[in-house]
């Protein structure tokens, strides 16, 4: 069992940035990868970043890229997501996913993480 634990979400302007947190706890040593995904209002719930726990490979959904940053401290078992040049259409729900499974490429779809956390509300105001 793995325990995710998502913070730092909140209010910010448009263009600004924030940086969510996702604790682990459990056994995290079975985790290959973890992700981050998204789920606007009345939207599906979006990949957004994976990174292989290992940190080697990362990948990100083509709207995030070169604004999103996804990285790990496996010391504090804990992986980050640096969000900058935010606009309104990053205002969602963010959570946190491990997946224990070995795929060949990082998962992208939801149904490939096994733990998830409870989410963190990022709202960009325009």
């Known amino acids: 069992q793995v325990l995710l634990v998502e913070s730092g979400g909140g209010l910010v302007q448009a263009g600004g940035s924030l940086r969510l947190s996702c604790a682990a706890s459990g056994r995290v040593i079975s985790t290959y990868a973890m992700a981050w995904f998204r789920q606007a209002p009345g939207k599906d719930r979006e990949f957004v970043a994976a990174l292989r726990w290992s940190g080697d490979t990362t990948a990100y959904a083509d709207s995030v890229k070169g604004r999103f940053t996804i990285s790990r401290d496996s010391a504090k078992k804990t992986v980050f997501l640096r969000m900058n040049a935010l606009t309104s259409e990053d205002t969602a729900v963010y959570y946190c996913?491990?997946?224990?499974?070995?795929?060949?490429?990082?998962?992208?779809?939801?149904?490939?993480?096994?733990?998830w956390g409870q989410g963190t509300q990022v709202a960009v105001s325009s």
């Open positions: 996913a491990a997946t224990t499974i070995p795929f060949a490429q990082l998962a992208r779809a939801t149904t490939a993480y096994d733990y």
